[in-house]
């Protein structure tokens, strides 16, 4: 990832205006600043969120609170407790997001 365009700046994520995403089950819900050539969000997964489509787009994410499980679609599954991390990039492998408990998360793409 290179960043380019983002000036130095501040982010005080509870005043930031949140959207909310419907998943295949629960939902998502979003804080985002969009600055140059990237994206961070602040996302919150209610209970028994599961997403409704396979993303390819590449994130750094890491789990603020709870638990999420990340699978892959070649069938891999991975569980990260808060405190956790992963990143892909770009097309390279098409994952899938879930929770029981419900997860916050920090992601930059």
């Known amino acids: 990832m290179k960043i380019e365009g983002v000036p130095f700046f501040v982010a005080d994520w509870a005043k930031v205006e949140p959207t909310e995403h419907p998943g295949e089950t629960g939902k998502a ?49 991975f569980t990260l407790p808060a405190g956790t991390s992963y990143q892909v990039a ?14 916050t998360l920090f992601i930059v793409d």
């Open 29 to 77: 819900i979003w804080r985002t600043i969009e600055a140059g050539n990237i994206r961070v969000r602040k996302v919150e997964y209610t209970p028994g969120y599961r997403a409704d489509h396979w993303c390819s787009r590449g994130h750094v994410l890491l789990v603020l609170e709870g638990e999420l499980t990340t699978e892959l679609k070649d069938g891999r599954t």
């Open 90 to 103: 770009d097309g390279a492998e098409p994952h899938l997001s879930s929770t029981q408990a419900g997860a």
